[in-house]
């Protein structure tokens, strides 16, 4: 009876694991995302990260493959960082004199390239989860470091 109890807890345990596989953040076991993400745009995600005192995010990627990766390098379309938790929706600052805060010219492979995007009022936190897209790129649950 205790061998029996014992597989069918273990059985539930393994249920429980991978009902909750798609929740996970990027990067860890179960998450097909990655894969997506790399197959359609060419690209790795790094991660998100706060930086100048928290008023900024920087989102890291590295391109792995050059032409995927092109539709992200588009000038003319504008990314938008939305948390999950609140809906607010933060851009990519445009100061006159620098122009957009993120890459712009497709670079080759293996090359790591950013997105800084605006924190106003610091609304954003560290393990905040937050989705990131342009255009038909969408990354989801990236969790803010």
Request: aromatic share 8%.
């Amino acid at each position: 009876m205790k061998r029996q109890t014992l597989i069918l807890l273990s059985l539930l345990m393994g249920l429980a694991l991978f009902a909750n596989a798609a929740y996970l953040p990027i990067g860890q076991w179960g998450c097909t995302q990655e894969d997506d993400i790399r197959q359609r745009f060419g690209v790795e995600v790094i991660g998100v990260r706060r930086t100048a005192h928290n008023f900024m995010l920087d989102f890291r990627f590295r391109v792995v493959d050059k032409e995927l990766s092109k539709p992200l390098f588009d000038g003319s379309k504008f990314p938008v960082l939305t948390s999950e938790k609140t809906g607010a929706k933060v851009i990519v600052p445009t100061p006159p004199k620098v122009g957009q805060l993120r890459q712009t010219k497709p670079v080759e492979a293996g090359k790591t390239c950013f997105m800084v995007f605006a924190n106003p009022h610091q609304h954003i936190k560290r393990g905040d989860l937050v989705t990131i897209e342009l255009g038909d790129f969408k990354v989801q649950h990236l969790v803010v470091e």
